[in-house]
């Protein structure tokens, strides 16, 4: 993989479970944790699994989505009764109304995602 802008590919651990050669890009990509990542970010992406993305965005840190663009790809699947998955939240909620709410400074932009 190779990266010709600024990426930095966050993981829980902070390993690299993606083997993205870091040193092959040079300056052009590191990896680290959620907080890491949204440090270093102007825009923060969340392609988290839907049902965990609070948490993975909560050890990223407020501080460090304040008033940066969150763009919100995770889907809120629940696959524990196999296929085809069911919708952890639905109909009165959202997975990214609920991101809003728990990171307000934060401007949350849901896309790509299943209606």
Known sequence: MQFSELVWLAMRSGRNLFNVDTKKNGTHASQG???NAASFGEIVFNCTHGVASLEALNLAGT????????????????FSQGMP????VC???SLGEQIQRAFPDTKVIKTLNTL
């Open 63 to 78: 501080h460090n989505l304040k008033n940066k663009i969150l763009i919100d790809i995770a889907n809120a699947l629940d």
């Open 33 to 35: 944790t959620f907080a």
């Open 85 to 88: 998955p069911s919708l952890v």
């Open 91 to 93: 109909n009165t909620d």
